[in-house]
């Protein structure tokens, strides 16, 4: 079974940050989050799409190092 989502501390190993780092992400808005109680979760998706808005290179939206003029 898929896991539908994970606490802070999972998910900022998943992604080799920290649950401080993580935690402020989602206060700033920078990444959604549950909140089931008391427990702060985040679902794999939103993981997925940090690490995509992060990634350098490509031709994705013209970010290639050749149009940034190295």
Do not use: C, F
């Not at 079974?1 to 649950?19: I, K, P, W």
């Not at 992400?25 to 702060?40: D, E, M, N, P």
Request: proline share 1%; glycine share 12%.
């Amino acid at each position: 079974m898929e896991q539908l989502a994970m606490g802070l501390r999972q998910a900022a190993e998943a992604v080799g940050l920290s649950h401080w780092t993580l935690r402020a992400y989602a206060r700033q808005g920078k990444i959604r989050a549950v909140r089931i109680g008391r427990r702060l979760l985040i679902e794999p998706a939103e993981l997925r799409r940090l690490i995509e808005q992060g990634r350098i290179g490509g031709d994705r939206n013209g970010n290639n190092i050749q149009n940034l003029g190295a």
